[in-house]
């Protein structure tokens, strides 16, 4: 079990992580738990686990890094490749793909801090709030947990919610805000296909999904099945598999989306290495589908010792 690493979400992992390490030990899986520093090449090495469960959020985790590492030492881990991480982790270019493939994405511009110091910071953001009106959400494109994400109501909050997102990267996505029921949907693939798992619908108590709702217990409510007509909810899976399928990802993902009351499904982003702590949405998932959270990961291990490896090649 990989988790810890030193992305902002690192605290995020290492709960994840311990969550998970427990549930498959509860299924008979022998589990180590390693953090991502100068000693995991050599215990890789020597110890040559079975496989390895990236459980690492945030840059290097997600953005497909560890990844390459994994398969120069030719090991077998669960979930997606290097390059599909590479496009699902930068946000603009998960939306690009997705939309190419029919989904619908709040439509949105990802500049880089450069072009506010080049072209001035305040006919940027005019041109900005011209094209793409009120509300808006501000975000990195390369980020997680909600950190650094700032909704725009009016045009003088634009400012400070670039400087947010620039804090954590080095570019910022400004998107179209869309009102709506937000929901999560994993997917998974055990070997004979992905399937989406119950759509959680995400209710935060303030009506924010901001960092202090996902990781305080009790802070947000969660519908598991969500409240959604079985069409929507459909409609919600649907998504999530095209995405999951699109980016060509592997073994396990979650889309986070937004249902509008016209009930529209928008993507918004799919995480690789998904949340697994005691307040993250995929647990809830697994546990609605009647599913053991112990038991899917060790068929995931499974899956992924068995599974050919193209690393090799
Ligand atoms: N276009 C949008 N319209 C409305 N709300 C949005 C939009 N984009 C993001 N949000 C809100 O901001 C939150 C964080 O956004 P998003 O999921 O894209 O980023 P993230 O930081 O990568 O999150 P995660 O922890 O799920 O990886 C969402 O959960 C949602 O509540
Ligand atoms: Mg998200």
């Known amino acids: 079990?990989?988790?810890?690493?030193?992305?902002?979400?690192?605290?995020?992992?290492?709960?994840?992580?311990?969550?998970?390490?427990?549930?498959?030990r509860g299924s008979g899986v022998e589990v180590e738990?390693?953090?991502?520093?100068?000693g995991l090449l050599a215990s890789l090495r020597e110890d040559r686990p079975d496989c390895v469960l990236p459980l690492l959020h945030g840059e290097s985790g997600e953005d497909g890094a560890v990844r390459e590492v994994l398969e120069l030492v030719d090991v077998p881990y669960v979930g997606s490749r290097p390059t599909a991480c590479r496009s699902a982790f930068d946000k603009p270019v998960a939306k690009a793909v997705v939309g190419r493939a029919g989904l619908r994405t709040p439509a949105g511009v990802a500049l880089p801090h450069q072009t506010f110091r080049e072209l001035g910071a305040a006919p940027v953001m005019a041109a900005i709030l011209d094209s793409l009106g009120l509300p808006l959400i501000v975000k990195p494109t390369r980020g997680g947990s909600a950190l650094g994400c700032t909704a725009v109501r009016d045009a003088a909050g634009l400012a400070g919610a670039m400087v947010s997102a620039f804090a954590y990267?080095?570019?910022?996505?400004?998107e179209r805000l869309v009102a709506g029921r937000e929901v999560a949907v994993p997917v998974v693939d055990t070997g004979d296909g992905p399937r989406a798992l119950p759509v959680v619908e995400i209710d935060p108590d303030g009506g924010v999904y901001d960092y202090a709702a996902r990781y305080t217990a009790g802070s947000t409510r969660f519908e598991v099945p969500a409240t959604l007509?079985?069409?929507?909810?459909?409609?919600?899976?649907r998504v999530a598999v095209v995405a999951h399928e699109t980016l060509g990802l592997r073994d396990v993902s979650r889309s986070d989306l937004i249902v509008d009351d016209g009930g529209t499904v928008w993507?918004?982003?799919?995480?690789?290495?998904?949340?697994?702590?005691?307040?993250?949405?995929?647990?809830?998932?697994?546990?609605?589908?009647?599913?053991?959270?112990?038991?899917?990961?060790?068929?995931l291990v499974r899956t992924a010792v068995d599974r050919p490896r193209p690393e090799r090649s």
Do not use: K, Q, W, Y
């Open 1 to 24: 079990m990989l988790a810890g690493g030193l992305s902002h979400e690192r605290d995020v992992s290492l709960r994840s992580g311990r969550r998970v390490a427990e549930a498959l």
């Open 33 to 38: 738990e390693r953090d991502v520093d100068a």
């Open 169 to 174: 990267g080095d570019t910022a996505l400004v």
């Open 229 to 237: 007509s079985d069409d929507l909810a459909a409609e919600c899976a």
């Open 267 to 299: 993507f918004l982003e799919v995480n690789v290495a998904p949340g697994m702590t005691e307040t993250s949405t995929v647990p809830l998932s697994v546990a609605a589908a009647g599913l053991d959270l112990g038991g899917l990961v060790a068929d």
